[in-house]
């Protein structure tokens, strides 16, 4: 097994997921699991139009520093 960060899942895009085997993946988000030779198939809508967007504008704000769990040196 070992963390793969260039295969989105399928489900939801996230991109950390685990290579159980040599086609064999697992999300760590949505713990979707997938075989790289079956074919894609549609994302599940599990939030609103809203919250997806919402959810984007806090990823890229953490992404950017501007949110963190570490306390302030």
């Known amino acids: ?3 793969e960060e260039r295969v989105p ?3 939801c895009g996230h991109t950390r997921v ?3 085997s040599a086609d064999s993946y697992v999300c760590f988000q949505c ?3 997938w075989c790289a030779g079956a074919i894609a198939q549609e994302p599940l ?3 609103s139009r809203e919250q ?3 959810l984007e504008a806090y ?4 992404r ?10």
């Open 64 to 73: 950017a520093g501007l949110y963190t769990d570490w306390p302030a040196a």
């Open 18 to 20: 685990v290579q159980r």
């Open 52 to 54: 997806r967007m919402r």
């Open 1 to 3: 097994m070992r963390i």
């Open 9 to 11: 899942c399928p489900r």
């Open 59 to 62: 990823r890229g704000a953490t």
């Open 45 to 47: 809508n599990w939030c």
């Open 31 to 33: 713990r979707n699991s």
